[in-house]
Each structure stands twice: as structure tokens, then as C-alpha cells.
């Protein structure tokens, strides 16, 4: 019997069997046929266990890929079996699946494994980082004769130095190799920093040889060509390179800091490192080209776009050598000056670029041109029916357009007919006239009235982009080619005195609300709608207003959870009224409590709530996207587990900022990032915090008041219920409230939007009394500026509950979304730990966390008359003047290990504040107090008042 079972599964793992997992490529196309056949998870398992034969395994790893792949992505289950073939496979009997016994216990020696390899990798980078010091130690000044410098034709800097490649491999124990060959001769040292610490170093002989110390942790690091400045960065450039010699080359021409992430795959990281040390700097990446293709290398690209940066692409003109790849290059050919005016010219570019432009008066209808009207079920009409071209003349009538040519001896020949009749309504640009268009109009084969804001910029190709898309939503084209294709010129030449403003965003533009189906309200011009984004927004109606108010607004009254959540449907819309910031609120429960009910009954406002909600499992561009598409509005997100821990706490950063990441264009200036102001809901079985506690990282206040957590468990023993009605249970009552919402939705947005557009010149202030007031009796007196920041949200969402009952839409008594607004903020107030500052907090409960362990092992007695062994010291205890022991703790020891992922001087003011931390009588936090053997120097004091309280 062979060692797998006669099952579809089981033949595939036999056959898995026989492929070696090593390769990447061929390991990523495995998934992808597995999956194609197993989806599920044990098609996981099966994939996994196979992976497992490589030693580089990670389980982790392994299931991001797995839930990236498409299970349609057009690899078959076929290419496992033929590439089992190919290695000797060949399907014979039943065998025997590994049992969950054997599984547990291979997952166990992996893990025990992974420890193992850490600590190896550990000690690997500790003897790099040694051996690094020692070379940088024995090296001397880099001479201008170095054979890699003259070649290059760079001078050296103080941070570069030389040695002799015999010295450095007796340092090493080993001769230094590049792709197998030994480094000879004069060796450059290019010490790696990550931080401010020294981890490797960059070796570099007169050939060109690179390579780094055997273990050295190089991920992140880089190579300055100078001392980097201090300060946040406000009016510095820095230029961030690839390699030594394009690093050097810029810094020649420049005189400016420059840094060298010496490898691309590296770029990123770096960049991001420096956006985090200099916040206030124009960073410069220096991209190096594509041998192949001459295009700029793609991770400098993304690296610039990441932190808002500046790309400068080496430039050879047209006849670029297939070996000249970067600025060292071109300042091989064609001289320093130019590569000095080439940089100049990229900032002064960038420099000169505006954030928003004025429109030029005469030739954008002003605020006294009246906006086109509107005709009902057919398309408007063109303000011509005729247009000459080209010696002929378009024709548009009710059977569509045509074109009438003519003969060489001007005859008119049969009209050709284009396409079905389409209305080109008017002009479309954006408020800074930019983004020129068309605003095309039409009828489909059931009558149904389409718009589409079309760029002009789709038409500079062929027009088979136009031609796809209006091909997609109904317009008739002919199968011509020579008659499809006058079909981009007619929309470009046909004349058209109309203006309209074409928006990247829903929600408002001054008095008017953008939806994807309409804008209500009146502007002096048309405000329509141009999706840029590759998500279509989901809005949709079906039912009515009345029969959502009967159903599913009755059966969500009297309880507070499901009240609240649809007032925060309501509300989403008013923020921007009444200028409250973007935020979240998250419903914390377990299986079946009833959390994504709520999300489906608030999901119900607006559209279908089977398709409206959406899953954290996003990228940050997906997020964007999403945010972006549901401005002024509300954004539903459901399984917050299934988002990346390592990045959710930086995801509900993105949501409640309401700005995405700037990114460049193709010149390397910045492209204006998105924008939106929304409030966000969101369920899962854990809260941010120990979702981001799974992976070692600790949520900071910021992310937990952008995302104010609440527990769906509303405390009537129903889990998100109080109050069932004649449902038999709140399984029944959940069932029956999401079936009310999938026959009835989307009509009470709309209802709700005619309201508060007519109404706005007096929203804001009718609503600031009343949210002033759900502050005032919600929040206890002394409350942080944190809870009161989150109250506010709470209450924007009460007034908005409130005034949806109040135009009619709820049949709710008045004061219902008030009371479920305030029993949500106390369950949050709860919650979040009370009205004081939580970073306070935070910063106690982590400094007596740290003398809970290390009180008795890390301090030295300041009294001992004998020598003590004191591993890690971070300072010295004595006897105070009370008879309690006082810890002096060292300035390092305090911002290192006492104060860690803290600013320091927050952490100072808190810790006197609460009368931990004694000063030194000179004004001073530190004392100066003089330690035995060492002398006076500073030292923080702690005093025994940190262990009263709880």
C-alpha cells in the first residue's frame, strides 16, 4: 500500500509528491492548480504540506500567497499531474492520508524549527555587525586612485574607506566573493546603517566586485556618502540612489545628502525609513533604467510614489547604449554640468508644480451660465444635427449617427451609418479645467438612459477604449471598421456650446450630492460622476420607502445595536455638513452574535446588503479605492481578521484620515492623492488591538479612537438583540430582519439625500446644539480630549438617527437613536478603559511592567560593598528617605528599554504628572545624583509611588 488514499485529493498529493518544492515559480503555479481544483481549505493543506519540503517554508507566507490566488486563473489541475509525470510519477493503488496526529506533530517540529532558524540568524547578523566594525576600524581613507573610482569617475568621501582584501579576509575568516569570484586588491568599505546602527558592510574591489558580510542584515540599511543632518528634514533634499557610484556622482553634482540603498529591492525600504526620519523633506529617487527596455526601474518608482517623492530617471536621449543604465553613466558621456542641470531641472519642475490651478475665466462657464435641462426616458438633444468633416458631414437622427462623404468630384456618396443615436450633451472638465471631456448620452435596447463623463485622453489611441465601453452599456456600433472608426472623430469634432463638471467623488460639491445615478440638487452647471476607479460603487434600490420603514426600521427599534448602526448610515452623509472628521466604529462579538446582521440592516440604507458591505481583506490601493467610491457617505467592511495584522492598524489610519498616498506621475511629480470624508462600520470576532497583538505590535491610541471599538454583545443575554418582537429567538429575529432588507433597500437613502440636499444651508446649525448636548450628558466632567473627540462622532451619529426620524423615514419615537447612541459610547467608554488620557496610561502601565520584571535582575545596589553581576544593566537601585526603593534608571536604559515605541519627553511629562518620576532640584527630569565607581552623571529617579494604585 502506498503511502496516500485512492481520492481525488490523495492523487494529487501523490503526485506533488514527486515535484521538488525549491522553486518559487514552479511552487506558485502548483497553488495555482491546486486551487483551481481545491479551493477550499484542503486544498490549502495538501499544497502546504507539499511546500514543507522546502527548508525556506513558512506557513504564514504560504497562506497570504494561497489567498491571493485567483482559483480561475487558467492554471488546471492537469499541470500538477504533468509535471509528476515528468519526474517520475505514476498513480498506482489506495493509500493512507497522513492522520491529524502525524500533521500536528510535523507543524510542531516546524515550529520548533523556525526557532531554531531565528536564533541561528541572530547570531549571523551579531558576528556580521562585529566583523563590520573591525574592517571599518582597520581601514583607512579611500584614495582617489582606487581603480573602481577612476573608473567611475568619482571622488571618494569620508564615509568611504579601503582596505586590503587580505586584511579583510583575515577579519572575515573567508575571502570575500561576488557570484563566486574572490574580491582582489584595494577593496572600497561602504559601512551599512540601518538607523543609526552599523549591521554590514558593502565591499567593493577595482573590478567592480560587490558583496556584502556572510549573515549581515543589509534588508533596510544603507550607505551614506555623508553624515545625514538632523531635524524633521524641512527644506532638505535628499536623493536616495541604488548603487556607491550613482550615489557618489549625484553627490558631486549635487553637494546635497545622498544615500545608496545598494540593491533595488532594497529602495523602498529605505525610502520609507527616511520619510519616517526626515517627515518634512523632499526625498529624490534616482532611478536606474532597464538594461533591456531603457524604462525606469520599477522599485524606485514605487518607492517615490510611497512617500510622496520626487523621481529623476537618467536620460541618454535617443540613442542610449544598451550598457548605460544610470546618472553615473550619464555622467560618463556627457559630463557633471549636465547631469547638475538635468537634477536642477527635475526639482525646479517639481517645485513649480501647483496644487490647484485657476481657471481661465473666458473660456469656463461661469456661475451665471445656466445648466442644460434635462429631458425625460430619451437622450438630450445635440445642440446640432449636423457637422462637417473631412469634406463630408456627420448626421445625427433618430436612427443614429452617420456620415455622408463625398466623392473626388464632390458628389455625396450613401450615408454610413456609425452607431445608434448618442447625444454628445456637453463639454465635461474638472473644477481646475483639467481632465477634458465629453459627456455622451444614450439609449440602450430597452430604452434605458445612460451617461458616461468620457476623458479625451481615451481617444489619443484608436478609440477602441470608447468603443469598449460604450459597446459595454448598450450603444449600438457598427461592425464596419472603416464606419466604428469615424466614431471617435464625430465625438471629438461635433460642436457643443454646454459645460459640465465631471468629479472623481461622490457625495458633495457644494449644494449639489453626487450619487452614481444622479446628482440632486441645483448648480449653476452639470455635476456628473466619472468612476476612476476600477471597483464600481455598489448603490442600488429595490422595494420602497414604506416598506423599509414597516420592516426592517421596525423590527431594528428597541435594539441599540441594530438603531445605532443604521443611524450611522444616516449619518455618514452629514459629516461633511457639520465638519466632523472621518472615523469607525467596530461591533466586537463572537459567532452568531448578530454583529453582521447589524452591518446588513445598516447596509440596507443604501443598497443591496448582500453585495453593498465589503471585507477588510484589501491592499491599501483597494482601500483607497473603496473609500474614495463611498465618500460622504458609509463604508461597510466585515471580517476584520482577514485583514493583514501587520498593517490594520495602518489601514484604519488610511480610512479615518481621509487621504490616500500621493503617487507620481510619469514626470515624477506628485499626482493629487485621493480624498474622502466618510464614517466606516465594521465587525469581527477581535478588536484592532489584539488583532495587531497577534504579531507582536501594540495598537497606539491614535488607531483606537479612529476605530472606536464596541462589544455587540448589547447585554440582554442575545447577543446583539434586547428586544425580539414575536420571533421565536434572535436567530429567527436576525434571519427575518436580513430578509426585510434584501426585499427592501436603497429607496430610504435616496428619500433621505432629496431631505438633507434641500435642507442644507441649515443643517449645521440646527445640528450643533444637539450634538453639543449628547456630549455634555454622555461624557463624565475631566474626560481626555480623546473621548470627547470620539463623543463627538457618537454624537453626529444620534443627531443623524434623530433627523431621519424626523423627516419621516424611521417611524421610530423621538429620542430612540439617541438612547442606542448612548448605550453604544458607554460600552466604548468601557471599553476603551475610562475618561483619562490613554496614552498616559499606556505609558504607566508599560514603565511598571517593565520594574514588575526586571526590578530584582537589571539594577545594581548603590550600597553593595562588593562586586555583583549585573547582566544588561539599565541602572541602580537605593533606600529612599521614606524607607521605599528608589530605581535610577540610565538615559539610555529610559528611552531604549523603560520607554520603548514612547516618545521619550511625553512619556516624562506623564510619569511626573503621576509622581513616578522625581527631578533633580536644578529643573531638570534627570537628577545628577553620583553613582559608586562611576561619578555623578544622569540618572531618572523612580520613586516607590509607582506600586500604590491599581
Not at 573602481?148 to 571622488?155: D, F, I, S, T
Not at 529617487?285 to 512617500?307: F, M, R, W
Not at 553615473?328 to 547638475?340: E, I, K, S, T, Y
Request: hydrophobic share 45%; charged share 25%; with cysteine.
Amino acid at each position: 500500500m502506498n503511502a496516500y488514499s485512492n481520492t481525488e485529493r490523495g492523487r494529487i498529493a501523490s503526485a506533488l509528491s514527486h515535484i521538488p518544492a525549491h522553486d518559487r515559480d514552479l511552487w506558485l503555479k502548483m497553488g495555482m492548480a491546486v486551487k483551481s481544483e481545491l479551493p477550499d481549505d484542503e486544498g490549502f493543506a495538501v499544497w502546504s504540506e507539499w511546500s514543507q519540503q522546502d527548508d525556506s517554508y513558512k506557513e504564514n507566507d504560504a497562506l497570504a500567497v494561497w489567498r491571493s490566488i485567483d482559483p480561475h486563473g487558467g492554471v488546471s489541475i492537469g499541470s500538477v499531474f504533468h509535471e509528476a509525470m515528468a519526474n517520475g510519477w505514476t498513480h498506482q493503488g489506495e493509500v493512507a492520508v497522513p492522520s491529524p496526529a502525524a500533521l500536528a506533530q510535523r507543524k510542531a517540529e516546524r515550529a520548533k524549527a523556525e526557532v531554531t532558524r531565528q536564533a541561528k540568524e541572530a547570531r549571523k547578523r551579531a558576528a556580521a555587525m562585529e566583523k563590520a566594525a573591525a574592517i571599518w576600524a582597520a581601514a583607512m581613507p579611500a584614495g582617489t586612485d582606487h581603480p573602481y573610482l577612476v573608473r567611475k569617475q568619482v571622488a571618494p568621501t569620508d564615509t568611504l574607506r579601503e582596505l586590503a582584501v587580505d586584511a579583510v579576509a583575515a577579519i572575515l575568516g573567508y575571502v570575500p566573493k561576488s557570484s563566486g569570484e574572490p574580491l582582489a586588491g584595494r577593496v572600497l568599505v561602504a559601512p551599512v546603517h540601518a538607523g543609526d546602527m552599523l549591521t554590514t558592510c558593502e565591499l567593493i574591489d577595482g573590478t567592480g566586485r560587490k558583496c556584502a558580510l556572510y549573515g549581515g542584515a543589509k534588508a533596510g540599511g544603507y550607505w551614506a556618502a555623508q553624515s545625514l543632518p538632523d531635524g524633521d528634514g524641512a527644506g532638505l533634499v535628499l536623493f536616495i540612489a541604488e548603487g556607491v557610484a550613482t550615489t557618489l556622482t549625484v553627490h558631486m553634482a549635487t553637494c546635497q545628502p545622498c544615500i545608496a540603498a545598494l540593491s533595488s529591492n532594497n529602495l523602498l525600504a529605505v525610502t520609507k525609513a527616511m520619510r519616517k526620519r526626515y517627515p518634512a523633506a523632499l526625498l529624490a529617487l534616482v532611478a536606474d533604467l532597464v538594461k533591456a527596455t531603457g524604462e525606469p526601474d520599477h522599485h524606485a518608482a514605487k518607492a517615490a510614489q510611497a512617500v510622496d517623492g520626487l523621481l529623476i530617471v537618467p536620460d541618454f536621449g535617443d540613442q542610449r547604449a544598451e550598457g548605460e543604465t544610470d546618472i553615473n553613466d550619464m555622467a560618463a558621456r556627457f559630463g557633471l554640468d549636465v547631469v547638475r542641470g538635468h537634477i536642477e531641472i527635475a526639482l525646479s519642475v517639481h517645485a513649480a508644480t501647483p496644487d490647484a490651478q485657476e481657471a481661465p475665466q473666458d473660456d469656463i462657464a461661469s456661475a451665471d451660465t445656466p445648466a442644460p435641462a434635462k429631458a425625460k426616458g430619451k437622450p438630450m438633444e445635440p445642440d446640432s444635427e449636423t457637422c462637417s468633416y473631412a469634406g463630408g458631414t456627420f448626421d445625427v437622427s433618430g436612427r443614429g449617427v452617420f456620415f455622408i462623404g463625398t466623392d473626388k468630384d464632390n458628389n455625396e456618396l450613401p450615408p454610413r451609418w456609425i452607431c445608434s443615436r448618442l447625444g454628445i450633451v456637453a463639454k465635461t472638465r474638472d473644477a481646475k479645467s483639467g481632465e477634458w471631456g465629453r459627456l455622451l448620452e444614450w439609449c440602450d435596447d430597452d430604452k434605458v438612459r445612460h451617461q458616461w463623463a468620457m476623458p479625451l485622453e481615451l481617444l489619443q489611441s484608436d478609440g477602441t477604449d470608447m468603443r469598449r465601453e460604450l459597446a459595454r452599456m448598450g450603444l449600438t456600433i457598427s461592425p464596419v471598421k472603416a464606419q466604428r472608426d469615424l466614431l471617435a472623430a464625430f465625438v471629438q469634432v461635433w460642436p457643443v456650446k454646454s459645460r459640465a463638471r465631471c468629479v472623481e467623488r461622490l457625495g458633495w460639491h457644494g449644494a449639489v450630492y453626487v450619487t452614481p445615478a444622479e446628482s440632486i440638487g441645483q448648480d449653476a452647471e452639470i455635476v456628473v460622476f466619472q468612476n476612476a476607479h476600477a471597483i464600481e460603487p455598489a448603490f442600488s434600490v429595490a422595494g420602497t420607502l414604506d416598506g423599509w420603514r414597516a420592516s426592517v426600521a421596525a423590527l431594528a427599534a428597541g435594539n441599540s445595536r441594530l438603531v445605532f448602526t443604521l443611524s450611522v448610515a444616516f449619518a455618514g452623509t452629514l459629516a461633511d455638513v457639520v465638519g466632523e472628521d472621518s472615523g469607525g466604529f467596530h461591533l466586537r462579538g463572537g459567532s452568531s452574535s448578530g454583529k453582521t446582521t447589524a452591518l446588513k440592516v445598516a447596509a440596507s440604507v443604501w443598497g443591496d446588503p448582500n453585495t453593498y458591505p465589503r471585507l477588510w481583506r484589501a491592499t491599501a490601493n483597494g482601500l483607497e479605492g473603496l473609500a474614495a467610491l463611498h465618500n460622504d457617505g458609509l463604508l461597510i467592511l466585515d471580517e476584520l481578521s482577514q485583514v493583514d495584522p501587520k498593517e490594520a492598524g495602518e489601514a484604519a489610519y488610511l480610512l479615518a484620515n481621509g487621504q490616500g498616498k500621493a503617487r507620481a506621475s510619469r514626470t515624477g511629480t506628485a499626482r493629487q492623492a485621493s480624498r474622502w470624508r466618510l464614517l466606516f462600520l465594521s465587525a469581527g470576532e477581535e478588536s484592532l488591538t489584539a488583532l495587531m497583538a497577534r504579531v507582536g505590535k501594540k495598537a497606539n491610541t491614535g488607531q483606537e479612537i479612529r476605530l472606536a471599538d464596541i462589544d455587540a454583545d448589547a447585554g440582554a443575554g442575545m447577543g446583539a438583540f434586547e428586544t425580539l418582537y414575536d420571533q421565536p429567538s434572535p436567530a429567527a429575529l436576525a434571519l427575518a430582519v436580513k430578509d426585510a432588507a434584501i426585499r427592501c433597500h436603497g429607496a430610504v437613502g435616496v428619500a433621505w439625500l432629496r431631505c438633507i440636499v434641500a435642507d442644507r444651508a441649515t443643517l449645521a446649525d440646527d445640528m450643533a446644539d444637539g450634538i453639543k448636548s449628547f456630549v455634555v450628558e454622555a461624557v463624565p466632567k475631566d474626560a481626555a480630549g480623546q473621548v470627547l473627540r470620539v463623543a463627538r462622532r457618537f454624537a453626529l451619529v444620534a443627531m443623524a438617527g434623530e433627523l431621519a426620524t424626523h423627516y419621516g423615514l424611521t417611524g421610530w419615537g423621538k429620542g430612540e437613536a439617541i438612547g442606542a447612541a448612548r448605550k453604544c459610547f458607554a460600552a466604548w467608554l468601557d471599553a476603551f478603559g475610562g475618561i483619562g488620557n490613554r496614552e498616559e496610561r499606556n505609558v504607566l502601565s508599560q514603565v511598571r511592567a517593565f520594574f514588575e520584571a526586571h526590578g530584582a535582575s537589571r539594577f545594581e545596589d548603590m550600597t553593595a560593598t562588593s562586586d555583583q553581576r549585573i547582566i544588561n544593566r539599565a541602572g541602580f537601585y537605593r533606600t529612599g528617605a521614606d524607607g521605599g526603593r528608589e530605581f535610577l534608571v540610565l538615559p539610555e536604559a529610559f528611552k531604549r528599554d523603560v520607554c520603548a515605541g514612547f516618545d521619550t519627553r511625553a512619556a516624562v511629562l506623564a510619569l511626573v504628572a503621576a509622581g513616578w518620576l522625581q527631578p533633580g532640584n536644578d529643573g531638570k527630569t534627570a537628577q545628577k545624583p553620583r553613582i559608586p565607581g562611576i561619578g555623578p552623571t544622569r540618572c531618572y529617579v523612580f520613586t516607590a509611588r509607582m506600586w500604590e494604585g491599581e
